[in-house]
Structure formats: C-alpha cells, structure tokens
C-alpha cells in the first residue's frame, strides 16, 4: 500500500525568486501568490534602512497567519541609522500571504530575500527525463559489448593455460 502512495506523489522541484520591496511610511508590501496548488514561502534576508532614511527608529512588522490560520504581528527588525541601519535575518521564512509594514520611522526600508517556490513536477517532464535516462543506457550498451567481446577473449586465454599438455 505505502508504493502506491508513493506514485501517486510527484517529486517537488525547488526555484528560487529574488525577493524585494520598499517600506515607507503608510505604504505596507503585501506578499501574496495565486493559489496554484505549489508550496511557497518567503525567506527574508536582509532589513536595510535606505540611503534617504531620517536618524530614527524604524520598526518593521510582518503581519501572517500562525498555524491555527489566526493573523499575527512580528517584529523583522527595529533600525536606527546612527546606531543598526542594517541586520540580517538569515532567511527567516514566512509562509504567505505576508504583509510587511513600517510601523515607525518615514523610511524607506528595504527588504530582501528570496521567494522560494516548490513546484510538482508533472509527468511529461518525468517521461522526458525517463527518455533521456534510456538514450544515455542505450549508448553504455554499445561500450558493454566491446567489453564483453574482449572478455571472451580473456576466457579463452585462461582456458588455453588451464589446459594439460600444452
């Protein structure tokens, strides 16, 4: 029973997007992907104050649903341009829909990171692997006979030597 679980699960392909967006104040980023049935997380990097930035404390949210579908609010990063312009999430990965807010400060604040993407892999890409796969044996079948013709020979030395009388 588990095999034929397992065939009816396509293998998922891993793709990554870059990832980025602005904040200012009143201006929030709202991640959101279609419903096309892949698995998609945001994987945020880097918080960064942007080079028109006022010396004052900037707080960043990311507003997404927890595990029991309820939204909730976290803090990214809290910058000041005298003290921390910059910190680095070390891909801190949120699953969307995702919004990001500038809670406090005028801004700008950039945000980067990647959108990674986990697609099914159909089956027309799997028969076209499946070929390649075959293409690729049949050409080791071509050095196998050579190998095996040189392997009869080799047979028939070591009978010559094995036979009394000579």
């Given at each position: 029973?588990?095999?034929?679980?397992?065939?009816?699960m396509s293998p998922l392909r891993p793709q990554n997007y870059l990832f980025r967006c602005e904040l200012k104040a009143n201006k929030d980023d709202h991640f959101k992907v279609d419903n096309d049935g892949n698995e998609h997380q945001l994987s945020s990097r880097t918080v960064s104050l942007g080079a028109g930035a006022k010396d004052e404390l900037h707080i960043i949210k990311a507003e997404v649903m927890n595990y029991e579908g309820s939204p909730i609010k976290v803090t990214l990063a809290t910058l000041k341009m005298s003290v921390q312009p910059t910190v680095s999430l070390g891909g801190f990965e949120l699953t969307p829909p995702v919004v990001l807010q500038l809670k406090?400060?005028?801004g700008p604040v950039h945000i980067s990171?990647?959108?990674?993407?986990?697609?099914?892999?159909?089956?027309?890409?799997?028969?076209?692997?499946?070929?390649?796969?075959?293409?690729?044996?049949?050409?080791?079948?071509e050095d196998d006979d050579d190998d095996d013709e040189d392997d009869d020979d080799f047979d028939n030395e070591e009978a010559e030597e094995k036979a009394p009388g000579k």
């Open positions: 029973m588990e095999d034929s679980m397992d065939m009816d406090c400060g005028s990171g990647q959108h990674l993407v986990a697609v099914e892999e159909d089956a027309e890409s799997e028969d076209e692997e499946e070929e390649d796969v075959a293409l690729l044996n049949e050409g080791d079948h």
